[in-house]
């Protein structure tokens, strides 16, 4: 019978939490490398190198000096000074060396080296840590408030035996924080490490949803961050509002880079904006272009929109070559006039029907059913001449209809009266009874 619940929470206290590698290892790996040598199995034994990842933001180089069979997922205890760490293999064999050169690592460096496979004891050690990572933060922001210190401690993550801290930091000028380190030494009774981190990866720390309703890209997949400037902005069109552009981290956002190279790849195929067109009537200056669709707008004033002309491309080429010969168009448009632009509707793309098609029925029916009732109508005004006259038992609601009956109408066995457009049906004579 299983006594936990899925917060690890344990129902039965006299019972134990027992600490197994799949509990214990971190959820949603940001720096997940696809070995894609796996399937050859001697390329495992070529290299002593295992890259072990620390609280999915860390990642380091140790040498398997006791070859171990160490698979990626596995627990193990590293080389800490002091102490030892624990850390979850993320890569072995002939991809590490690879890794090492894609991130500045020299292998001639002196690597620490890879104890053991993480046990029970160690794993137990290393809850309790983690554990601790949150009320610390929240402590060392308190006693820095107290310090009058210009800096937020965004992170704490503490190493696997617990003996030490390192404490993740932001600030936007140089903080002397000698006497943090002291009373942090003091309060927690471990050894203090600070690292200044930036805003950019203080928000892959946090994590959150983007304006695009996704996981942050900071948080979810990247490593290296790139400097983001306004002219990613501009080569997009993009207004410059700081409210739109900003992300959660005050800082511009990492998508602005995206398309970048996109843009201004088209942007060379491009006339230039600066070159007014001149033409018999007026002097045009550009006003926005439609990057993509090749489309360039002019106005006849430089400071606002003043009769926009939208021309193409090919068109500004010609127009500036007239004008370098010295010769000015009657018109900017071609001589098969301005494009007007167009205004598309819904289009049946994939052979589906019109999204409008009940729109149209239910006018159709409206309009049927307005027609019909105005006939139905005339219809019951017609018939209400001579509608009574059926039943002799029926007592009618006009007196007219009583006078136009006969006397076999009585008894149900009389002809109808015709029904002239609500005129009065002529009487006939009555039958003798006595024939």
């Known amino acids: 019978m299983n006594n936990t619940n899925d917060n690890n929470t344990i129902n039965n206290p006299s019972e134990k939490a027992s600490f197994t590698p799949e509990a214990c290892r971190r959820k949603g790996a940001k720096l997940e490398v696809y070995d894609w ?55 072995t064999g ?27 004891n160690d794993l137990e050690k290393f ?4 554990a ?35 404490f993740y930091y932001i600030a936007d000028e140089r903080v002397d924080f000698r006497q943090l380190i002291k009373v942090l030494a003091e309060v927690f009774r471990v050894r203090i490490e600070m690292k200044q981190i930036g805003a950019r990866q203080e928000a892959g720390r946090i994590g959150g949803l983007g304006p695009c309703g996704r996981q942050l890209c900071c948080s979810g997949w990247m490593t290296s961050f790139v400097s983001v400037a306004t002219s990613a902005a501009r080569f997009q069109d993009i207004a410059l509002n700081p409210q739109k552009l900003a992300g959660q981290c005050a800082k511009l956002k990492c998508c602005l880079n995206y398309e970048a190279d ?13 070159i007014p067109l001149e033409t018999k009537l007026n002097t045009y200056y550009h006003f ?27 068109r500004v080429f010609e127009v500036i070559a007239l004008n370098k010969r010295g010769v000015k168009p009657d018109t900017l448009e071609s001589e098969n006039g301005t494009r007007a632009p167009e205004r598309r509707e819904f289009e049946d793309v994939v052979g589906q029907d019109s999204l409008t098609r009940f729109d149209k029925a239910k006018k159709n029916k409206k309009k049927k059913s307005n027609n019909g009732g105005g006939n139905n109508n005339n219809n019951r005004r017609q018939q209400s001449g001579g509608g009574n006259n059926k039943s ?32 009065k049906a002529p009487k006939q004579e009555k039958p003798n009874k006595q024939e």
């Open 288 to 314: 926005k272009t439609d990057i993509f669709k090749r489309e360039m707008t002019y106005s006849t004033d430089k400071s606002i929109a003043a009769n926009l002309v939208t021309v193409d491309a090919d």
């Open 392 to 423: 002799g038992n029926n007592q009618g609601s006009n007196k007219q209809s009583r006078q136009g009956k006969s006397g076999n109408d009585k008894n149900g066995k009389g002809d109808k009266p015709a029904s002239n457009g609500g005129e």
């Open 127 to 130: 809850e309790e840590a983690k």
């Open 132 to 166: 601790k990572e949150h009320d610390t933060m929240i402590r060392a922001r308190k006693i820095a408030e107290e310090l009058h210190l210009d800096m937020k401690i965004g992170d704490v993550e503490y190493q696997g035996d617990g003996n030490k801290a390192i």
């Open 262 to 274: 996109a843009y201004v790849e088209a942007q060379k195929r491009l006339p230039s904006r600066e």
């Open 37 to 91: 040598l796996a399937d050859i199995p001697e390329s495992h034994n070529e290299t002593d190198l295992v890259e072990v990842r620390f609280k999915n933001t860390r990642k380091g180089y140790y040498r398997n000096t006791t070859h171990i069979k160490l698979e990626p997922g596995d627990l193990v205890a590293v080389e800490a000074s002091p102490g030892h760490d624990i850390g979850e293999v993320t890569l």
């Open 94 to 120: 002939r991809l590490v060396p690879l890794q090492m050169k894609k991130n500045n690592v020299k292998p001639d460096v002196e690597l620490k080296r890879i104890y053991r496979k993480a046990k029970p």
